[in-house]
């Protein structure tokens, strides 16, 4: 039992800039990996940045050198800093994790979602 809640998204300009936070709650769970994918519509969902429990990051090549992920272990938190938005960039992010239980590891943890549009 691992609730991921996105927060921060919402309406920008052009060349603007969020920061999306996640935070996961539950019990008896640890944070394997951690991820941020975005859903256009029409679209697949794809991979935004990822980043380990180590600080290990990797980045579609969309946002590299405009969005940094970063994590907070004793608030089990994780960031996606994202500056100089893209109307392109604009979609619903949701937040993913891997959680280690107490039985097992599983991937199939996702947040409700924060739109991020990014309009004149």
């Known amino acids: 039992q691992v609730q991921l809640v996105e927060s921060g998204g919402g309406l920008v300009q052009p060349g603007g800039s969020l920061r999306l936070s996640c935070a996961a709650s539950?019990?008896?769970?640890?944070?394997?990996?951690m991820g941020w994918y975005r859903q256009a519509p029409g679209k697949q969902r794809e991979l935004v940045a990822g980043?380990?429990?180590?600080?290990?990051?990797n980045y579609a090549e969309s946002v590299k050198g405009r969005s940094t992920i970063s994590r907070d272990n004793t608030k089990n938190t994780m960031y996606l800093q994202m500056n100089s938005l893209k109307p392109e960039d604009t979609a619903v992010y949701y937040c993913h994790a891997c959680a280690k239980t107490v039985a097992t590891t599983r991937c199939d943890y996702w947040g409700q979602g924060t739109q991020v549009t990014v309009s004149s």
């Open positions: 539950g019990s008896a769970f640890s944070i394997v990996n």
């Open positions: 980043i380990t429990t180590a600080g290990s990051r």
